[in-house]
Structure formats: structure tokens, C-alpha cells
């Protein structure tokens, strides 16, 4: 095992792919900006991906859609996914060589509540609706969340967040994640409205006070994890 941070400046690192989240519009990886920086601090390569980029009519599972990059997984040293990403790299567990992954909100099985859930933004009356009932899941249990002003109608929006969303109604990729022999951690908000610990399985750690997006809620804790997952699995 190499500690990343030992590499030196000219030394090719270790390889990184993250799948995004459901996303109404790609946002360039500022989903994950904290895990992404520390990283790359800790000298990794950082691939990440628009997971819905290749979501067509085609896909009618998460299987499917893992199906699509199953290629650039298997290249990675690590795995690294959010929320509906996090559920396509389990979906992606048995192609993977026991690499190390990382999910963070990422459910591994769906219940009534979370696809009830999921399903009122995605049949929300228009747009503005619909980022505004998200908005409303992702933040802690118990936050205000400030209204936004009406944004116009987007049909590419809309279907990717439908898309996305409907995938995970049914989920239930258990035995992918007990059958997994590679090091494997779940980070899951305390607080979350969506992902809970009772949707997942293995490897829990819960973010105390953190809604659907811990590395944002809070982001020193996350790192802290991260730091010592990184240490002890990844290697060069």
C-alpha cells in the first residue's frame, strides 16, 4: 500500500471515477467539490462522470444504465459514486476487481418511503416545482429552505430528473453489495429525508446533522473518513 500523499509532483497517481447524482443540468462535479479537492490533494486523478449523459429510452434499470460504464469502472483504482450514481456503481460491483468504492447517499435498496418520495419531484406540476421539492429532500431534516425564484420550463431538465429518479423505485442491489470482496464505504446523512442508513447495507458511516449531501453539510467530517479510507485501501 502507497499513502497517496507520498507521491511526488511528476508521479502519476492513482485513477478516480466518480458517477454524479441526478442532475437537472450537469454542474461540472461541484456535487462532490470536497471529496473531489482532497483527492487531488491526496495526488488521485479524478474522473468524474455525468452518469445521466448516457441515460436514453433504452435504459429501463440501474443495471442498465451501469451497463454504460461499466469500461471506465473497471479502469479505475477507485469507485467512487452520489446517490444515483452511487447506485450504478453498485450495480457495477460484480465486473470490479475488489477496487476500493466509495458511495456517499447512494441507497442500495428502495422502500415505499423513498420512492414516494422521489416520485413527488419527479411528478411535480412544472420545473420550478420540482427543484423546489428537491431542494426541500436534500437539505437536513428540519432546514429551512429559502424559496427560489420560477425558472422556465426545461424539457431536457425534466427528463433527465425523471429519467434518473424512476430508476431507483424498485432498486434493490443487496446482494451485489454483500457479495463484494473489495473494501467498500457508505457515507449516509443522519438527517437525510431521502437515503437513509435503512437503505443501504455493509459499511455505514453516518454524517451527524448532514441531509442527502454530507459533504457539503459537513464537509470536515467526511474528509476526515475519506483521509483514512484512502490510507488503508488505495493503493498505487
Known sequence: ????????????GPRVLVCAPVLPHWDGGRFFGPVIRRLTELGCRIEVVDTLSRLDDSVTSVADLAARWATEAQEADLVAGNALGGAVVQALLPT???????LVSAPTKADHT???????????????????????LVAPQGTSVPTTPPVPEDETARRRIAGGMRLLYDLDLTANVLSYQGPLSQFVGERSQLVTAEHVVGEVVVVPGAGMRPQHDRPEFVIDHLDRFVKENLSR
Open 1 to 12: 500500500m502507497t499513502d497517496p500523499r507520498a507521491l511526488g509532483p511528476n508521479v502519476v
Open 114 to 136: 423513498l420512492a414516494s418520495r422521489l416520485a413527488s419531484i419527479v411528478e411535480a406540476d412544472d420545473l420550478t416545482a420540482s427543484l423546489r421539492r428537491l431542494a426541500e
Open 96 to 102: 470490479l476487481d475488489a477496487v476500493p468504492v466509495l
